[in-house]
């Protein structure tokens, strides 16, 4: 079992950048894929990127590439979110997931087996 904990401190201004950061505390950290998720106000909770258990292989939703990046530290047992120039349309409460497997990444929440606590980030225009 693999217990999550997602940071940042909540408030960037529009064009801004920040980084999530989803720390595991318990589990063998490397045998988990992780992804990042974001549920606004009323809506579904949609995944952001995710990223293969080693980091080799991460994917995007078409409406973040280039601005978002997930990357990981297996020996910190931690995976990123870098954020660039964020939109307040892009205001959510952001979570890291984790999900055990192979193969394909998921995309879909109920393939993620372990979730964060979450985080809300709020852009400001």
């Known amino acids: 079992q693999v217990q999550l904990a997602a940071s940042w401190a909540g408030l960037v201004q529009s064009v801004g950048s920040l980084r999530l950061s989803c720390v595991a505390s318990?589990?063998?950290?490397?045998?988990?894929?992780v992804g990042w998720f974001r549920e606004a106000l009323g809506k579904e909770r949609d995944l952001v990127a995710t990223i293969s258990r080693s980091g080799g292989t991460s994917y995007y939703v078409d409406s973040v590439k280039c601005r978002l990046t997930i990357s990981r530290d297996n020996s910190k047992n931690t995976v990123y979110l870098q954020m660039n120039s964020l939109k307040p349309e892009e205001t959510a409460v952001y979570s890291c997931?984790?999900?055990?497997?192979?193969?394909?990444?998921?995309?879909?929440?109920?393939?993620?087996?372990?979730w964060g606590q979450g985080t809300q980030v709020t852009v400001s225009s």
């Open positions: 997931a984790a999900a055990l497997g192979v193969g394909v990444l998921p995309t879909a929440p109920d393939k993620y087996r372990y």
């Open positions: 318990a589990g063998t950290f490397s045998y988990y894929r």
